[in-house]
């Protein structure tokens, strides 16, 4: 029986009509192309007027197929699809076509345009005539979720979930949890220590019964898909029994090796070979850093081994790989700074007294190695003037095209931080000044009248090459003063450069394990940009805070508690639904090649070796097409995307095409 | 049409064997079915078998259309005359078998399609070195030439080499270069007893060697692929997994496995299993599967080291029935 195709093709308003003659495409596809039964165009489709049309149309006109040139797949395939549910056919018999992306947007000749849309609607009236009614599938959804980083996002997504009563395997890379606010002092606007705000949360999470927390841990290997995932984790070998281990610290405080921590302390003091990284560390076990420790080095010391209570140092110990089961996973694994010596104009490591923001925050961190005393790197001089340069490494075309969005207002805290403890002069020299959050500009004006001086423009370069008295053992400061349109130069004690955040080094290894991607720079992609933020195109895979671009700590908590509000909603429906577009393997076919097996990114293919074929486990595929592509017997077929469909869609776009005249004489 | 078959069976049936692009191998098979052969002379009356029998062009010409029961088609087609009597069997069979390789996919001289007439000809009577003392006036054969005594023909000589069923109409398939003997008894046996299965099927199992295979298989993956002659494969293993491009996994079974069986890998003489278009990209995207490495510059190695003849490797027989069927011909002028 042949098939009644219905094509509605969608003015979107002017965004698509503009470009493209949809009535002639509408008229032409009614009466030249096979199966068509009824062809129309409407000013919005996806509106409830558009939906009910095609839903009045297949009760009354008795349509099998439906066609909608429109838009993308992403933004309403869903829509129409259940226009379709709605009158009682199959959804998976109705084809978006997107004319919109693909041709309106970016086309400029409007004939060439609609002649392309016949082509598109010719190949989605060719394709769907093929299409096969296919049933959605439901999995149970794994309670347990994985949240991969100990940050400020990461601790919030985890507390939301366990006080929510759902369990959550937490992993941090370092020995502690707390991230990046366990280094910083204060916190702008609102000037309250960081430290009083992050540690009850942090020792929260580290005894919150429905919490298992892994540090010194890091991600090996996902697989399994949305709701079941399995996850290997490398215990990285702390050489400390985290189940003997008191946490008295007697190790540290004896161990006789001093390291330079260039991790918390961002290089500005020393911690011991076996450490945990700050005293309200959580959890309180130490590790020992077998790179620098004497006895790993040496083959001699164990002094730790000798003072500890309760033997719990253990030198024998072995990186230990676990796997859990999880079904959701929720991505905070934040950033990390720029490395300012990329610049070479500012000295950084070069001259002395030129520090980076890191390094600042602990050295006027009451809790760092000066403690919160701001001097210079004797270490007892307090600098009468600093500079701070702000963008360094962001709004560059050299280095980052982006703006960190947050070294501003740390600037203008640093600002208020050196007014407050010292009699320095401060100024900032910004390319604009950014303070668009609740009560930033506030703060900026706060700065005004405490005494900052602001400098509009962008520093060329630090130097310490003195032209007159004034200038002599200074750090001479190179700049355009671009309201004043002139070239100056001044002397300062203390330069502070704002690096710029960015992605972690092994952002898109790490993003490769678990199947989502990252933007060129390397931030986490979320599935759309304003309206699901924190969501990836990899169902069951979260994102939260930095690591998905800058972003200052409400925006990571906020952002760390939707992860988890998202996470949460599908532990409570208890399933989720998975599209029935997967691969399935003929049997008879099937020579047990074994090509197929290794291919499938989500572990869906099992091999039966009695029988000696393999077999695709549908609640683990995902329809990618992999195995499809590999397997040389060409037994493996993908549903919704099989021979039949493509071949039918690619003689659909080349109906005007003229045989090619292959084998002439 | 099975009915028919098996009743003209009962009253002898009349038997076609004709031969187009080939190299002979499809007769020496069909003779290798050994004493078989009297059967099937019992059950036909073998009206064409130029390589076999006494038959006449002019008295098929003369048959009623349909007059014959069965014809079995070995080599593809690249003659004039070739396609006059594809054309012709067509018309004059009930059922037209393509048989063996060449008739189905092209097989080897379907890789003629890699070039043109002219440069095959450049080949033939110009550059090679037992041509040119005795064509030095650069001879080409000619459609027709004008004597005194009157006009004398040559079939035209093809550009391009096409299949059986890109010239007429065909109703089976029997793959195998040649078909094995025990493969072609088989057919015989369906086609007396009617037990055909629906037209354009090939007639033949629906999976692959490895199938068949005997050899234990693990995890492909493949750090160098080498060339037959280069290493001496152990017989326990894959010979893919042992870096030896063995087509077997892509290509229809039915040969009981024969090469792998004795060490050396399968060359794909059977093509693809049902539904697979195109088996040099089957086979392409297969390997391009089990290739152990990440790195762009690393696989192009692996690929130009062990795989230098891709359209011989991978097309081997199936050139003139792949998607493409040649190469572009204004970039063999170029």
């Given amino acids: ?95 978006l076509t997107n004319v919109r992306e693909h041709v309106s947007w970016v086309a400029k000749d409007k004939a060439a345009a609609t002649e392309k849309v016949k082509s598109l609607v010719s190949a989605a009236v060719a394709r769907v005539t093929h299409q096969e009614p296919l049933e959605k599938m439901f999995v149970k959804v794994n309670p347990r979720t994985l949240v991969i980083g100990g940050g400020i996002a990461g601790l ?118 076996i450490y945990t990284p700050f005293p309200q560390a959580v959890p309180r076990i130490p590790v020992i850093d077998t790179e620098n420790c004497t006895y790993f080095t040496q083959g001699k010391c164990k002094v730790c081994a000798k003072v500890c209570p309760t033997e719990a140092v253990d030198y024998e110990q072995k990186d230990e790989i676990i796997e859990i ?104 020299f910004y390319i604009d000044m950014r303070a668009p959050m609740k009560d930033y500009e506030e703060f900026y004006q706060r700065l005004l009248t405490e005494g900052m001086h602001f400098v509009r423009g962008k520093v060329a370069e630090v130097n310490n090459a003195a032209r007159n008295e004034r200038e002599g053992g200074k ?26 955040i960015e992605p972690q080094a092994d952002a898109k290894e790490l993003g490769l394990k678990c199947g989502i991607s990252c933007s060129m720079a390397g931030w986490y992609t979320e599935r759309h940009p304003k309206l699901d933020p924190v969501a990836t195109m990899t169902d069951g895979i979260f994102v939260a805070g930095a690591c ?93 995307f099989n021979n039949r469909q493509i071949y039918s869609e690619i003689e659909g776009i080349l109906w005007d095409a003229q045989p090619a005249e292959v084998a002439s004489g | 049409m099975s009915e028919a078959t098996a009743t003209s069976a009962k009253t002898k049936g009349k038997l076609a064997i004709y031969w187009a692009a080939s190299c002979g191998g499809c007769e020496i098979s069909i003779l290798a079915i050994d004493e078989k052969i009297l059967d099937v002379g019992n059950a036909f009356d073998i009206v064409m078998f130029p390589c076999g029998a006494d038959g006449k062009v002019r008295d098929v010409e003369q048959m009623p259309d349909g007059a014959i029961d069965v014809c079995l088609f070995n080599g593809g087609i690249r003659t004039s005359e070739q396609e006059y009597m594809a054309q012709l069997m067509r018309r004059k069979s009930k059922v037209l078998v393509a048989f063996g390789s060449c008739a189905s996919e092209g097989c080897i001289p379907g890789l003629g399609n890699m070039s043109d007439r002219k440069q095959i000809f450049d080949t033939v009577y110009k550059e090679g070195s037992s041509t040119y003392p005795v064509n030095p006036k650069d001879e080409r054969p000619q459609a027709e030439t004008k ?33 094995e003997a025990e493969n072609i008894w088989k057919a015989i046996v369906a086609i007396l007893e009617g037990k055909l299965p629906p037209k354009g099927s090939t007639i033949g199992v629906n999976t692959t060697v490895c199938d068949e295979c005997k050899r234990t298989r693990h995890e492909k993956k493949i ?7 280069q290493i001496i494969p152990n017989e326990e293993e894959c010979l893919l997994e042992q870096g030896l491009l063995c087509c077997g996994l892509a290509t229809r079974a039915g040969c009981g496995s024969l090469c792998p069986q004795v060490n050396s890998p399968c060359i794909g003489c059977h093509g693809p299993n049902d539904g697979v278009e195109d088996f040099g990209a089957r086979l392409m995207s297969a390997m391009a599967s089990v290739i152990d490495s990440n790195d762009p510059e690393e696989i192009d190695g692996i690929i130009k080291d062990g795989i230098p003849d891709p359209v011989g490797t991978f097309y081997r027989f199936s050139l003139a029935k792949s998607l493409l069927r040649r190469k572009n011909k204004a970039a063999i002028a170029n």
């Avoid at chain 1, 002139?486 to 330069?495: A, G, I, L, S, T």
């Avoid at chain 2, 009157?150 to 096409?162: M, Q």
């Fill in chain 1, 548 to 640: 998905q671009g800058p972003k200052d700590i409400p925006a990571s908590v906020a952002q760390g508690a939707a992860a988890a509000a998202r996470v949460a909603g599908m532990i409570t429906k208890g399933t989720v639904m998975i599209e029935p577009i997967v691969a399935s393997i003929d049997e008879e076919g099937c020579s047990g090649c074994k090509i197929c097996n290794t291919m499938c990114p989500y572990n869906a293919i099992e091999f039966d070796e009695e029988k000696s074929v393999s077999r695709v486990i549908t609640a683990l595929c995902k329809g990618c097409g992999t195995c499809v592509a590999a397997c040389p017997a060409g037994v493996i077929t993908g549903a919704h």
């Fill in chain 2, 147 to 179: 004597m005194p005594e009157g006009t004398l023909h040559l079939p035209i000589f093809y550009d391009t080499l096409k299949t059986l069923d890109q010239t007429v109409d065909v109703d089976y398939y029997l793959p195998g270069c040649p078909p």
């Fill in chain 1, 1 to 95: 029986m042949a098939e009644k195709v219905g094509v509605y093709v969608c003015h979107c308003g002017s965004n698509i009509a503009g470009m493209v003659d949809v009535e002639a495409v509408a008229k032409w596809a009614g009466a030249n192309v096979k199966n068509v039964a009824i062809s129309k165009d409407y000013k919005f489709m996806c509106s409830s007027l558009g939906q009910q049309m095609i839903e009045d149309d297949i009760k009354k006109e008795g349509l099998t197929r439906i066609v909608v040139a429109a838009c993308s797949p992403h933004l309403h395939e869903k829509t129409f699809r259940r226009a379709c549910q709605n009158a009682g056919l199959n959804p998976y018999l109705c084809q």
């Fill in chain 1, 325 to 428: 089961e999880v079904g959701n996973i929720i991505m905070a694994t934040g950033w990390k700074l720029f490395d300012c010596e990329r610049i070479p104009q500012y000295q950084y490591k070069r001259l002395d007294n030129v520090y980076t923001n890191m390094e600042f925050e602990r050295l006027c961190n009451a809790a760092g190695p000066t403690n919160g005393k701001i001097v210079m790197r004797d270490g007892k001089t307090e600098p009468k003037s600093i500079a701070i340069i702000h963008c360094v490494g962001s709004r560059d075309a050299n280095f980052n095209p982006y703006c960190s969005g947050v070294c501003c207002m740390a600037a203008l805290k640093f600002g208020h931080l050196v007014l407050e403890k010292t009699n320095a002069e401060v100024y900032s």
């Fill in chain 1, 156 to 273: 919030q997504a985890t507390l939301e979930l366990a006080d929510a009563g759902y369990p959550v395997t937490l992993i941090e890379r370092e020995p502690s949890i707390g991230g990046h606010m366990a280094q910083f002092d204060k916190t702008f606007p609102t000037l309250d220590c960081s430290a009083c705000i992050l540690t009850p949360k942090m020792s929260e999470v580290g005894q919150h019964e429905n919490v298992t927390l892994h540090t010194y841990a890091e991600l090996e290997e996902v697989s399994g898909s949305v709701g079941n995932f399995k996850v290997k984790i490398r215990l990285k070998a702390k050489m400390v029994d985290a189940e003997k281990c008191t946490g008295c610290g007697i190790c540290i405080e004896k161990c006789p090796k001093k390291v330079l921590d260039t991790v918390f302390e961002a290089g500005m003091g020393n911690r011991k070979a």
């Fill in chain 1, 475 to 500: 750090l001479i400061v190179q700049y355009e003063d671009t309201l004043l349109g002139k070239q100056k130069r001044m002397p300062f004690d203390m330069v502070i450069l704002m690096g710029a």
């Fill in chain 2, 223 to 229: 750090k160098k692929f080498h060339r037959t002659w």
